[in-house]
């Protein structure tokens, strides 16, 4: 099974970039209401994961609380609990749902770490929902 098809392109996904404001992300991630949201590079690489968790605790250790700071304090800066570790395209359905049961999403990247894509364990989780287990 390819696990592309299971696939969110990076055109229409949710990310942050590493060079914007504490400020961008966090109004970003309250617009769409996401708990994580991949952070990428200027050229769309895949950098690590951005959290709710992550935002409160810069805003509180390493802002003291000033959320005048905030608006020139830079995502690349924000110390992050963990990222999500990112597969390749050409990962097997079995190392896919390894990392989304662990994780909200899955980052995929092509060889040279570019994202190319989310894998939602929602997406998943319905996948499996509609095509394995019948409802009586």
Known sequence: MDILAFMKPTREVVTVRVE???VEAL???EKYRFTSVPIIDARGYYVGTLSEGDLLWAIKNQLGFDMG???TFLVGKIKRNRDYEPIPATATID???GKAS???FVP???EDNLL???VTRKTLLNYF???QFVVL
Request: proline residues 0%.
């Open 108 to 110: 995929i990247v092509d």
């Open 95 to 97: 190392q896919l749902i």
């Open 129 to 131: 929902f509609e095509h």
């Open 116 to 118: 190319i894509g989310i």
């Open 102 to 104: 662990n994780e909200n």
């Open 69 to 71: 700071k905030a608006s």
């Open 20 to 22: 914007s404001s504490l």
């Open 27 to 29: 109004g970003t991630m």
